[in-house]
């Protein structure tokens, strides 16, 4: 399958501090990509779908001035969490749909474990 | 009603058993179904994906799709200890769009 690249894995940061994610395509465009928080022992939650070169569009209750998403590129999207407080402590996951074509598989990152202190 | 319902198990099946999980969903117009494995604090891995009605083999696994019903399910024969994970089962719309998740179901396989 496709590789998805998300980093960091793990970060930890002080509450009112910013954090950026990074999710990277290695071996495919991704025209969209998509983000989602996973609380413990509960299923994905989709908070935005990225297009590359467009604004992202954000699921209802997601708060866009706080969770910043870019995609810049066919290749790269990032999340960033602004200032953090404990309650975003999450695991973010990425993922990425491979363009072209009316069925498409998305492929996900690696997650990335957040803990704000 | 959820637009994705699985059983969140616990399900526990000896090892060398048949393990079969199953997955329901509401929205009629769905084209697209995927099953992922997810095992605990790693990120989900695509298993299968299944487009049209019948079934689907690829190894130890199976998916079956009845749109009719609007159930898919997935099999996994001869099952190992490594197979214990939750089982996430998605849903898409049409090409492009955003899928839906269950909420996932637990596989235990007991030796």
């Known amino acids: 399958g496709a590789v998805v690249s998300q980093h960091p894995s793990r970060v930890i940061c002080k509450s009112g501090t910013s954090v950026k994610i990074e999710c990277r395509s290695l071996d495919f465009q991704a025209t969209t990509m998509f983000w989602y928080r996973q609380f413990p022992k509960q299923s994905l939650m989709l908070m935005a779908t990225?297009?590359?070169?467009?604004?992202?569009?954000?699921e209802q209750g997601v708060e866009k001035d706080k969770f910043l998403i870019n995609h810049a590129s066919l290749t790269l999207s990032t999340l960033t969490v602004t200032s953090a407080h404990p309650e975003d402590s999450s695991f973010y996951i990425c993922s990425a749909r491979v363009a072209g074509g009316a069925y498409t598989e998305a492929f996900f990152g690696q997650g990335t474990r957040l803990t704000v202190v | 009603q959820k637009e994705v319902e699985q059983n969140s198990g616990p399900l526990s099946v000896p090892e060398g058993a048949i393990a079969s999980l199953n997955c329901t969903y509401s929205?009629?117009?769905?084209?697209?179904f995927f099953w992922y494995r997810q095992y605990s604090g790693k990120s989900p891995e695509l298993i299968m994906s299944?487009?049209?009605?019948g079934d689907k083999e690829d190894g130890r696994f199976t998916a079956q799709l009845n749109k009719a019903s609007q159930y898919v399910s997935l099999l996994i024969r001869d099952s190992q200890p490594s197979d214990s994970a939750t089982y996430l089962c998605a849903v898409q719309r049409g090409g492009g769009n955003k899928l839906t998740f269950g909420t996932g179901t637990q596989l235990k396989v007991e030796l």
């Open positions: 299944i487009y049209s009605n």
């Open positions: 929205d009629r117009v769905s084209q697209s």
């Open positions: 990225s297009n590359e070169g467009s604004k992202a569009t954000y």
